[in-house]
């Protein structure tokens, strides 16, 4: 049977990620989209209080799907850990991760990517800057910086990559019959691993490459078993509890200072580390069920999350530039303008061929598994 709760959990992130990148735009703390404006630095608080962890969870619940994604391909039940993974499974997988994953990230980057980065050129001078560069070596910087959202594609595609010689050496799944122990105290005591991967292999405050194999690998191995989910149902208002405090204090604490750059510290670690907890569980608690509302954002939230950025970015520009809006309004008209515009856009691309296979927004017929 489908896990309802984890579509929900994906399409509630990625509303969340635009939240971020509006807050972020207009920050007083000075995070690294921040167009240094006049934001409300009151509202610094929810950029304190959403970023550390919505992306960590998007990769448990990525390493969860993996495990449901694995069990289709051998016809077994999700919950069956009693089928060898042989190389017809693991060859299905990286294929379907190729069309879902890598082809919609270089679209992305080709497509979509230019426009996010002569705006970012432009407003950074970095013409200039790499004046003396070879025109192909500014090329590349151009890509690189108009990446935008796309990095989650092409670190999600890596780690399956990497996933692949986990399936390779353990092909009676062992590892996964052990994450089905963990208890309660186990699940706490993840905390440690979890703070330690995050302190490795950490790139330009995005490619937290370590962290998020790892996070990947629990959601596959740990999470994905029915005990396990079970625990974090039981336990979700306490896990809530001491998310919500740990969060406060790591906010109060870190206050002025990029929220970006502080995601590593213990504080920062034990407060995602919580809301993880917590988000899995209150979602498989409550929201494990769909509706209509449910059932368009799990099919678009994908082409909402792609298609967001680039407008964003421009609206924003243009409010701090051509308009003399209340600060409150930049805000409120930047978010509604790109979510309204990614809308726009994914029904649009969404209708047209190859576009729609590019950016892997075919409509998927409804499933019950």
């Known amino acids: 049977m489908r896990k309802h709760y984890l579509d929900n959990i994906r399409w509630f992130i990625i509303l969340l990620v635009l939240v971020d990148h509006t807050v972020c735009i207009f920050s007083a703390c000075k995070s690294p989209m921040s167009y240094n404006t ?50 017809d499974i693991r060859k299905r997988f ?25 705006l970012s050129f432009r407003t950074t001078n970095a013409e200039e800057t790499f004046a003396a560069l070879p025109k192909a070596v500014i090329f590349l910087i151009r890509i690189v910086n108009g990446m935008g959202p796309a990095w989650f594609l092409i670190q999600l595609f890596l780690i399956s990559w990497i996933f692949l010689l986990f399936l390779k050496l353990d092909k009676n799944q062992k590892l996964l019959q052990w994450g089905e122990r963990v208890n309660i105290w186990g699940l706490l005591l993840l905390y440690i691993p979890v703070f330690l991967a995050a302190q490795v292999l950490y790139v330009a405050y995005t490619f937290r490459n370590a962290l998020y194999l790892l996070l990947f690998l629990m959601g596959y191995y740990i999470f994905s078993h029915d005990k396990v989910q079970e625990i974090c ?34 504080l920062v670690m034990l407060f995602t580390w919580f809301m993880i907890l917590a988000l899995l569980g209150i979602f498989g608690r409550f929201f494990d069920k769909t509706n209509e509302i449910t059932e368009y954002f799990t099919e678009n939230s994908f082409g909402i999350y792609l298609f967001h950025y680039v407008p964003i970015v421009y609206i924003a520009y243009f409010l701090d530039t051509r308009c003399k809006l209340p600060d409150i ?41």
């Open 38 to 87: 006049n934001g409300i630095e009151a509202l610094d608080s929810i950029g304190y209080l959403i970023y550390p962890w919505f992306m960590p969870c998007l990769f448990v619940v990525a390493g969860m799907s993996a495990r449901y994604a694995i069990a289709k391909y051998a016809g077994k039940n999700s919950a069956d850990t009693d089928f060898i993974i042989g190389k």
């Open 329 to 369: 309004f930049n805000y409120l008209f930047t978010f509604a303008g790109a979510f309204l515009a990614a809308v726009v856009l994914t029904e649009l691309i969404k209708r047209i061929p190859w576009l729609n296979t590019l950016f892997g927004l075919k409509k998927k017929a409804k499933m019950n598994e």
């Open 233 to 266: 149902k039981k336990y979700a208002f306490l896990f809530l509890g001491a998310g919500l405090l740990s969060g406060v204090a790591q906010m109060l604490l870190y206050w002025g200072k990029a929220y970006q750059y502080i995601v590593n510290e213990p």
């Open 94 to 118: 990286i294929k379907e991760r190729r069309r879902k994953l890598l082809i919609p990230f270089l679209a992305y980057l080709v497509l979509i990517g230019p426009f996010a980065a002569e």
